[in-house]
């Protein structure tokens, strides 16, 4: 009898990349709605340049972000960007 399945999903049963994609844009729309001042794809685009230098599941991806460009964390920014993640 057959208890459980596991299954790994990245790229294997659906598009991994572009679920990320949706999830960062869906993301920074929460983060401008929050009060960001940065153009959606030039936020996007920076989001996607630290994944890529330190690994696509960075769990501090927005820390970092929001750090290296504005020298500090908007929490509300911060808290907006995390939620709506998704």
Do not use: C, H
Not at 8 to 29: C, Y
Not at 72 to 82: S, V
Request: no cysteine; glycine share 6%; proline share 1%.
């Amino acid at each position: 009898m057959i208890k459980a399945v596991i299954l790994d999903i990245d790229n294997t049963l659906m598009d991994f990349m572009r679920m990320k994609r949706a999830a960062v844009d869906s993301a920074v729309d929460d983060m401008i709605d929050a009060g960001l001042n940065i153009p959606k794809e030039e936020m996007v685009e920076k989001i996607f340049k630290i994944y890529w230098e330190e690994g696509i599941e960075d769990q501090n991806i927005f820390d970092k972000v929001l750090t290296k460009e504005f020298g500090e964390i908007d929490y509300r920014i911060l808290a907006a960007g995390i939620l709506g993640y998704k």
